[in-house]
């Protein structure tokens, strides 16, 4: 399962940018087994959105191969921590590395993103949609891409689905084929934003279980954005919970969602645990 996004590691940090820094180069061609080296590297960011301050003096760091959850109250900066490291974007103040790089252009094709809703293009069939920036952006053959397109959408239970359009598939499968489609661009990181949010509850489960699966079977670093404290406890390594626009406090998953030291982490598990929420 996956077997082509992480097999073909050697490809991936071959095609690194001429003129990246050495040891921007040296991070991305490290093996994740070398943790604690840092993914993700954020110091002292600063973002305003409309006038307000998202993000006021953000510290946070993510190991590679670490999968950190972000929980916290609608507006805390969550979402807008993966816009930055997506590149969709910019920080007014402070510092952001990927794999030791500051220009992040080198290094963002190797951040893939899944959406709230989907983004997929609705006029390309579901192994379009796979195959598209594959063929373009990584200048993939049509019958390679062809066959990584099946196994990823083997591996999200969506290959029977190959000649659908979005409009004829649920919200679940739509945001199966687009975990499929992100994972076809090889990424190193995998961000996630509110992914189940949108979705009907009897649809959240097989969502749920993709990423489960995903986190648990391949050492691809990850930031999940949710409000689901049920998936957050089973995909990740670490949770943060923000609030403010800052890291309020962050620790292993039994102990921030069972014990938490903090008033007002206490305050969102009690409101959030054991229930789903559409709060972006």
Excluded: W
């Amino acid at each position: 399962m996956h077997d082509n996004v992480h097999d073909t590691r050697s490809d991936k940090h071959s095609d690194a940018p001429a003129d990246m820094t050495p040891d921007a180069r040296a991070h991305l061609t490290r093996d994740a087994s070398s943790a604690p080296e840092l993914a993700v590297c954020m110091r002292g960011i600063v973002k305003q959105l409309g006038g307000q301050r998202v993000l006021d003096a953000l510290d946070l760091d993510l190991h590679i191969g670490e999968k950190l959850a972000l929980i916290g109250p609608s507006g805390s900066g969550k979402s807008t921590i993966l816009r930055l490291l997506s590149g969709l974007e910019q920080v007014d103040a402070g510092t952001v590395e990927i794999f030791g790089e500051r220009e992040l252009s080198r290094v963002r094709r190797h951040v893939g993103m899944v959406f709230q809703h989907f983004n997929l293009f609705p006029h390309m069939t579901t192994l379009r949609n796979v195959t598209e920036a594959p063929l373009h952006v990584l200048g993939l053959g049509k019958e390679e891409a062809r066959l990584r397109a099946l196994e990823l959408l083997r591996s999200v239970g969506m290959e029977d689905k190959c000649d659908a359009y979005p409009a004829q598939l649920s919200g679940g499968q739509k945001q199966r084929v687009a975990i499929a489609r992100a994972l076809a661009m090889q990424p190193r990181i995998m961000l996630f934003d509110e992914v189940t949010s949108a979705l009907d509850p009897e649809l959240v489960a097989e969502v749920v279980n993709v990423m489960r699966d995903l986190a648990r079977q391949h050492d691809m670093t990850m930031i999940v954005v949710t409000h689901q404290l049920d998936m957050a406890e089973e995909v990740a390594d670490r949770i943060a919970f923000l609030d403010g626009g800052h890291v309020v406090e962050q620790g292993e998953p039994a102990r921030i969602l069972r014990n938490p030291s903090e008033q007002r982490t206490r305050d969102f598990v009690r409101r959030f645990s054991g229930r789903s929420s559409s709060q972006g």
